[in-house]
């Protein structure tokens, strides 16, 4: 009886591992069935610059589709020339200015999806780097699997009152970008992943290279 338990404890333990290999492997490819990562993924990290402060950040969405088949719709701008102070660390109190659009999206089949996002321009990258690491510091301790772009951006799943979303977390010198997505209501996470991450990866790129300062020298 002994030997009979033990036998049945092994197969127990590797059809748990067998499961657990199959569920880290779904979630590597994207959890979307075929195996096909989206634009966010694909996603290339650059190298740092300097960027500046813009009060019509909308404006940088405009000119391209926000993914195939997608429309942009009203914008509104979220930008305030106030300089703000962060926590820092070790006593140093780092500035930075934050500017922000909310969109409305208009999807293939008519529907309307939500775009947001929020950059913020600090004085100094290393700040800039500080709340970056932070952010994915809190995320990762929360549970929420913050899932790696590159070695300085990564995303995450997130909901907005059941609409299923992603968020896109960016840091590139003195940069901190986030950009959120949302689907209508009634879809599903697994439906509409791959659009998510399309419409991310487009608005990291424009905001990214629409602040970006290429009068100044480079960190």
Request: proline share 8%; hydrophobic share 35%; glycine share 14%.
């Amino acid at each position: 009886m002994k030997g009979s338990g033990s036998a049945a404890l092994r197969r127990a333990r590797s059809a748990a591992l067998i499961g657990l290999a199959v569920v880290v492997s779904a979630g590597c490819s994207g959890g979307d069935g075929g195996g096909t990562k989206g634009e966010a993924a694909e996603l290339p990290a650059r190298p740092p610059g300097p960027h500046s402060w813009t009060g019509r950040p909308c404006d940088l969405l405009t000119g391209a589709p926000p993914a195939a088949g997608f429309t942009l719709g009203s914008t509104t701008d979220s930008a305030s020339p106030e300089v703000r102070v962060d926590i820092g660390e070790d006593g140093v109190r780092p500035l930075y200015r934050r500017t922000g659009c909310l969109a409305d999206l208009k999807g293939p089949d008519g529907a309307f999806w939500k775009l947001s996002a929020t950059a913020s321009v600090y004085e100094d990258p290393e700040p800039a780097r500080h709340a970056y690491r932070v952010k994915e510091d809190l995320d990762r301790a929360h549970g929420r699997g913050p899932q790696k772009v590159h070695d300085t951006a990564y995303a995450l799943a997130a909901d907005d009152r059941g609409r299923p979303g992603r968020t896109l977390l960016l840091w590139n010198g003195d940069l901190v970008l986030t950009v959120s997505a949302y689907a209508p209501h009634g879809s599903t996470e697994r439906e509409v992943r791959k659009d998510l991450e399309q419409i991310l990866g487009n608005a990291a790129r424009r905001i990214e290279g629409g602040l970006r300062d290429h009068d100044a020298p480079a960190p």
